[in-house]
């Protein structure tokens, strides 16, 4: 059985830009810098999520293998009246193969945990892998955060058939992490992925949880992205920040491509 650490499964770091940079040049370098990080990867795949005005960058006309493009919401039809919606054709026409679904700055605007469902259902059925992403906003000591984690999966992945669910991705991004200078400790995140792990079991069977790459995020760093690899049994990372800066980048993929893969 192929699982997230067989050796023919790549690693995932995924880059999401945000909204940024401001313009199309910018864009462009950004776009040149990563594809050139993301060359020649031989146990990792880098995935660039621009915002979508920068999807047909010239940057991206010839990429290697080893990067794939992505985004970071879609709205879950595929065309029609919806005035300012961007669609899975377009997103899909555009070579995007990934979409990052309920991401915490979403969410913070209302997106709630039956349209990321909708949303995740609605890319698997286009043939493009939803990058699901579920966290607490604080973490107590006597560990409630993990029912509302449990919560967040059975609502955010409802309606998933077994089927699909190997084509799924699972992002833990714990809310109070992302953009804060301080990240998770991987040991800890072990025992959340290893909960989250147990989660999908549940929902889909063992076999097929071990197929569900599960990514780590929030203040991801070259300094810590190795210890999170080696001790938090994450299959990958989801970048913020050091996602548009060339040294965290490339630190970043150094980290992927070197540190060996534990198994879960
Ligand atoms: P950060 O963001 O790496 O800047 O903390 C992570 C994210 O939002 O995915």
Not at 96 to 103: E, L, P, T
Not at 200 to 213: C, H, K, N, V, Y
């Amino acid at each position: 059985m192929q699982t997230p650490t067989s050796p023919q499964v790549k690693r995932l770091v995924v880059a999401n830009w945000k909204m940024n940079p401001e313009t199309k040049k910018e864009a462009e370098m950004l776009a040149r810098m990563s594809v050139k990080i993301g060359t020649g990867l031989k146990r990792s795949e880098l995935v660039i999520c621009p915002p979508f005005p920068f999807l047909g960058l010239s940057a991206y006309m010839r990429m290697p293998k080893s990067i794939s493009l992505g985004v970071q919401d879609v709205y879950p039809e595929r065309a029609g009246a919806r005035t300012g919606e961007v669609s899975l054709s377009m997103v899909k026409d555009m070579k995007a193969r990934y979409v990052i679904v309920g991401h915490s700055e979403r969410r913070a605007g209302g997106e709630t945990d039956a349209l990321v469902s909708k949303k995740a259902r609605a890319v698997i059925a286009a043939g493009m892998r939803p990058i699901v992403c579920v966290g607490e906003t604080s973490r107590d000591g006597d560990a409630k955060y993990l029912r509302i984690l449990r919560e967040q999966l059975l609502e955010s992945l409802a309606g998933i058939s077994k089927n699909n669910a190997s084509t799924l991705i699972v992002a833990y991004e714990p809310v109070w992490a992302v953009g804060a200078s301080v990240a998770d400790d991987p040991h800890e995140t072990a025992e959340t992925i290893l909960f989250i792990r147990k989660t999908l079991a549940d929902m889909f069977s063992e076999r097929i949880a071990l197929t569900i790459p599960i990514l780590y995020g929030g203040a991801v760093s070259d300094k810590n992205a190795a210890a999170f690899l080696a001790h938090a049994g994450v299959q990958g990372l989801l970048l913020g920040r050091s996602g548009r800066d060339s040294k965290q980048l490339a630190g970043i993929i150094k980290a992927s491509e070197l540190t060996p893969f534990p198994q879960i």
